[in-house]
Every structure is written in structure tokens, then in C-alpha cells.
T-cell receptor, first 112, second 115 residues
Framework: GQQVMQIPQYQHVQEGEDFTTYCNSS?????IQWYKQRPGGHPVFLIQ?????EVKKQKRLTFQFGEAKKNSSLHITATQTTDVGTYFC????????????FGTGTRLKVLA | SAVISQKPSRDICQRGTSLTIQCQVD?????MFWYRQQPGQSLTLIAT?????????ESGFVIDKFPISRPNLTFSTLTVSNMSPEDSSIYLC????????????FGSGTRLTVV
């Protein structure tokens, strides 16, 4: 079945270091979404990418959609303690419109 | 984006009983979904709640175990029936607007513990 994998599963960084999580889909995606879930919280939508090779920036966060539209990445520059949480990518399900399959997630811990 | 009120926020239930989780949205939404998230894990889609018709369940989830209602475009319930400890998890409702680049909005979740 359709799978969306993320690596790494966990990442501990010193505050100020950069961080990258990679998302790989078993199928070609029409778009990809990214969410952040703080510890004890619920997922919060960050961004949606639609075009092949698209790059979007939100302050220190850079999102990229692969040329083949099967992978994506999220890069955080100079991490802060407020970046702590789990980052999920999500792609549309092949079995139905508007349903999204979530990636396995990358849990980020930032050490002050 | 929509504001969702989900309740209860948490509950501890005896095995064999049922719990109904409510999700109230402050505006009409076309799409509403129910997810399950086990501690430290990703989100697994349970079903799509369809207004005025039966929910559409994902593989591994059945209506007898997780009956869902959606009487209108702002409200849905998920019932976890005949609970066992394996049902202990966080249950989240999620809503989206067709054609809008807002992503999906999630409720705050219901943390269920079955003892």
C-alpha cells in the first residue's frame, strides 16, 4: 500500500545548529503538506507545496518539493528551542480525494 | 481557518464500554476526518465522516467498532465501541476546505486510556 516515510526518526541538535528532515513517498504526489506537532499538542499545518521543484520559505524554515514529486524536505536554519516537536509530511491518498496519508514523522529536540 | 472544539480531552474507560467523542466546528466544512495517533507514532486515518451518509472507513477499521455520525456540516461524533486496552490512543478530528490552501485543521485530540 501507499507509504510515506521520513528520516531521521529522531534528531537532537544544539540550539543554533541546522536541521533537515526528509520525506519519501512510494507514489507520485499531486501536492505535499507539512505539519508541526508540539509535545502534547495537535498537528498544525505549516505549508503546502504543489509544483515540481518548488521551494518555499517561512522565516528560518525552507520547504522543497522534489522534481519527481515523490520526495520533499524541510530545513530549519539556526534552530531554536521553540522548534521542538514532531514534523510530519502528508500526501494525498491514492484511494480517495482529499484524504491525506501522514509520514512517519521526525521528532526534533533542541538542546539549549 | 476553522476552529474546532473536541471533547472530551481525555478519559479513562473500563474495557468493554464505549466512548463517544464529539467534534464541533465553528463553520461549515466540506471535509471531516477522524485519525488515531498512538503515543510517539504517526497519524492513522480511521475514516472520512460524510454528511448525510455513512462514513467511509480505511482498511483495518470497521463501522461496528468505530461508528461515526455527521448530521450536518459542523458536527461529527466518533464512538469507540467495546473498548480494549489496545484502543488506548489519541483520537483526533480534522477538517478541511476543498480547494483552499489552508491545509487541514485538527482538533485538540482525545486521549483515551482503557483499563
Amino acid at each position: 500500500g501507499q507509504q510515506v516515510m521520513q528520516i531521521p526518526q529522531y534528531q537532537h541538535v544544539q540550539e543554533g545548529e541546522d536541521f533537515t528532515t526528509y520525506c519519501n513517498s512510494s507514489t507520485t504526489l499531486s501536492n505535499i503538506q507539512w505539519y508541526k506537532q508540539r509535545p502534547g499538542g495537535h498537528p498544525v499545518f505549516l505549508i503546502q507545496l504543489v509544483k515540481s521543484g518548488e521551494v518555499k520559505k517561512q522565516k528560518r524554515l525552507t520547504f522543497q518539493f522534489g522534481e519527481a514529486k515523490k520526495n520533499s524536505s524541510l530545513h530549519i536554519t539556526a534552530t531554536q528551542t521553540t522548534d521542538v516537536g514532531t514534523y510530519f509530511c502528508a500526501g494525498p491518498s491514492t484511494s480517495g480525494t482529499y484524504k491525506y496519508i501522514f509520514g512517519t514523522g521526525t521528532r526534533l529536540k533542541v538542546l539549549a | 481557518s476553522a476552529v474546532i472544539s473536541q471533547k472530551p480531552s481525555r478519559d479513562i474507560c473500563q474495557r468493554g464500554t464505549s466512548l463517544t467523542i464529539q467534534c464541533q466546528v465553528d463553520s461549515q466544512v466540506t471535509m471531516m476526518f477522524w485519525y488515531r495517533q498512538q503515543p510517539g507514532q504517526s497519524l492513522t486515518l480511521i475514516a472520512t465522516a460524510n454528511q448525510g451518509s455513512e462514513a467511509t472507513y480505511e482498511s483495518g477499521f470497521v463501522i461496528d467498532k468505530f461508528p461515526i455520525s455527521r448530521p450536518n456540516l459542523t458536527f461529527s461524533t466518533l464512538t469507540v465501541s467495546n473498548m480494549s486496552p489496545e484502543d488506548s490512543s489519541i483520537y483526533l478530528c480534522s477538517v478541511g476546505h476543498r480547494g483552499r490552501d489552508y491545509g487541514y485543521t485538527f482538533g485538540s485530540g482525545t486521549r483515551l486510556t482503557v483499563v
